[in-house]
């Protein structure tokens, strides 16, 4: 399988909220992760991160990621998805009562491979932009 297609298969069952039991068919075991955004901080691991995004589905039951573009180069092992994040907050998940607003958050992934599998993903998103548009901010 090219990195392309795998980067696709996990970016969807990521942003769909499958979770690390789905999520890490595609990944080395100890897979990392890393960001410039306060709100995921503290995660590491691309195990924790894919928990994250499945998280997202309690408050935001509609969330879905619109893919709008994924390029791959397999001499540098890496491909890289564009995508925007949809999403409107009307479910309490314990972070206070449902706001009804929406997000369209754009967003990078940058995903390096390891012998046909994700060994490491950067994120690229601004989650004060995001956050703020949902009413978390």
């Not at 897979?31 to 997202?56: C, M, N, P, R």
Request: aromatic share 10%.
């Amino acid at each position: 399988m090219s990195i392309k297609q795998t980067a696709h298969d996990f970016c969807e069952a990521c942003d769909a909220g499958k979770g690390w039991d789905v999520c890490r068919e595609w990944c080395t075991p100890d897979a990392t992760f890393s960001v410039q955004a306060d709100a995921l901080a503290e995660i590491k691991s691309l195990a924790d991160y894919t928990e994250w995004a499945k998280g997202l589905l309690t408050p935001m039951p509609d969330a879905h990621a619109e893919f709008k573009s994924l390029t791959a180069d397999e001499d540098a092992s890496r491909a890289v998805l564009f995508a925007v994040f949809h999403g409107t907050h009307t479910a309490d998940a314990g972070n206070g009562a449902p706001t009804g607003k929406k997000v369209a958050s754009d967003y990078v992934y940058v995903l390096d491979f390891d012998g046909g599998k994700i060994r490491h993903m950067t994120k690229v998103w601004n989650d004060v932009h995001a956050l703020t548009q949902v009413g978390w901010m």
